[in-house]
């Protein structure tokens, strides 16, 4: 399936890296599980980070019932989501043609407000974004804790991903000079587990966790 | 310094999470280089990735001439950037108290369109933030290039940080579960430099991207 192309999610600039087709769009949010939230009040722009979980064409945010960003875009107001992997620095022999490789997705929609059971599924499907498995290791939420949570149904509208990858590209005549280049690749990598300083004597670690042990 | 607090950048969920002096977000700016830049037009609100420089109070942001982005922001239209650093997973022993360890700085004002040599320093502050070194390296741009690049100036007018580190804080009675509680880091980190297929024989380094070999 692919997203219709409109004013306001067509890629204008290097329109060959452009992509609207929801498997692209979808693999690079499923690559994550941290976005940044794009409102706006009163004329001002907001944009805040914050954990998300897809689910289909809709995706999940949550917090505190009292969060000024969630209280606005419950109401139904425009918001743009956009998540962003860096993938590389992209070394050119000009200055001009240095880039970075990476792959973003820019969603287009406006959220309601979760009750009951579909609220408590929507934070499963962040906390599985976050960390598949950790859900059914950890003390699920009390009654009190949900009411103090909000949770959010973003419904994707209209997306777009953009993506750059491989080797810089530089004039024909620059590539006669001394200059080195190349690309440096960049990763977001886990380290090794730090145990709760408070950890009772004898608590294994979960499988969710074990997985990054080295 | 510190920023003033007002209703727009003060930290209102975890107040003890928020800091509003100059040293702590420029640390957060100086930490990295790829910013989040919302701005709205017509009410839609866009989240746009993009690098950024950071000079005193002022954060510089290139493109295209032709970019939709630098074109709206150049008319002096609100603008907030942000820029997150992700720390680590926070595990707790409820799902409810799961938290991240995180770097953010949230930054409010207008950007003005340079030209001249102001242009031309604000490209090697942006170059510097990404690569510290590698402009001197480089091909410089030409006139021509200049001419199709756009370079904002963004003055920072009000700006807050939040910042979360270590343990993760359970509710007193979860602490007797057997639930496996910590911390799982999160870094970025960089490989190895790839070269470009199309480097010339015996073209080695620069000191920029040699630190980068391991």
């Known amino acids: 399936m692919e997203y219709n192309l409109t004013p306001r999610n067509k890629v204008k600039r290097i329109p060959k890296r452009g992509h609207y ?7 690079i949010l499923d690559a994550g599980f941290l976005c940044h939230v794009g409102f706006s009040m009163d004329g001002q722009p907001f944009v805040i980070p914050t954990a998300y979980g897809r689910d289909g064409d809709v995706i999940y945010l ?12 419950e109401t139904g107001a425009p918001c743009c989501i956009t998540v962003t992997h860096l993938d590389g620095l992209v070394l050119a022999r000009s200055v001009f043609n240095h880039s970075m490789n990476y792959r973003s997705a820019v969603l287009f929609g406006t959220a309601s407000l979760l009750e009951g059971d579909e609220k408590m599924h929507a934070l499963e499907v962040v906390s599985d974004q976050i960390l598949k498995g950790r859900w059914d290791e950890s003390r699920l939420p009390s009654p009190k804790e949900m009411k103090a949570t909000s949770v959010l149904k973003f419904t994707i509208e209209e997306a777009s991903a953009k993506i750059r990858t491989g080797d810089p590209g530089d004039d024909k005549p620059d590539y006669e000079l001394p200059i080195w280049a190349g690309v440096i690749p960049i990763e977001q990598t886990y380290g090794e587990p730090i145990p709760d300083p408070l950890l009772k004597d004898g608590v294994e670690m979960g499988e969710s966790v074990k997985r990054f042990v080295k």
């Open 21 to 27: 087709d929801q498997k692209t769009i979808f693999e």
């Open 62 to 73: 949550h917090g505190a019932t009292t969060s000024r960003m969630l209280k606005h875009l």
